[in-house]
Nanobody
Framework: QVQLVESGGGLVQAGGSLRLSCAAS????????MGWFRQAPGKQRELAAA???????NYADSVKGRFTISRDNAKNTVYLQMNSLKPEDTAVYYC???????????????WGQGTQVTVSS
């Protein structure tokens, strides 16, 4: 069994910063891509940022230049540094990871439970 545990959400004023963390644990052989998705009330879940096993990153246009995704492979952890936050960044942020649970086996998509980020104006 694999678990993704997120932390770091909260309430912040516009212009402020938050850092989200997501640690993967359990039956993990290797972790491929990791990412952060977000879902605002009444909207579909969308990709905010992603990072491959090799460290290549991808960002939604709305967060480019403000958010930075990184990972610590030794700790099976992915981070999202969010700066210059705006009220429209308010959402539940979900960690996602594509994980191989065994050598040579298929990979699976896992999700965290979500952490609320609220940006006040």
């Amino acid at each position: 069994q694999v678990q993704l545990v997120e932390s770091g959400g909260g309430l912040v004023q516009a212009g402020g910063s938050l850092r989200l963390s997501c640690a993967a644990s359990g039956s993990i052989f290797s972790i491929n891509a990791m990412g952060w998705f977000r879902q605002a009330p009444g909207k579909q879940r969308e990709l905010a940022a992603a990072i491959t096993g090799g460290g290549n990153t991808n960002y939604a246009d709305s967060v480019k230049g403000r958010f930075t995704i990184s990972r610590d492979n030794a700790k099976n952890t992915v981070y999202l540094q969010m700066n210059s936050l705006k009220p429209e960044d308010t959402a539940v942020y979900y960690c996602n990871a594509v994980i191989d649970v065994s050598y040579g086996g298929p990979n699976y998509n896992f999700w965290g439970q979500g952490t609320q980020v609220t940006v006040s104006s």
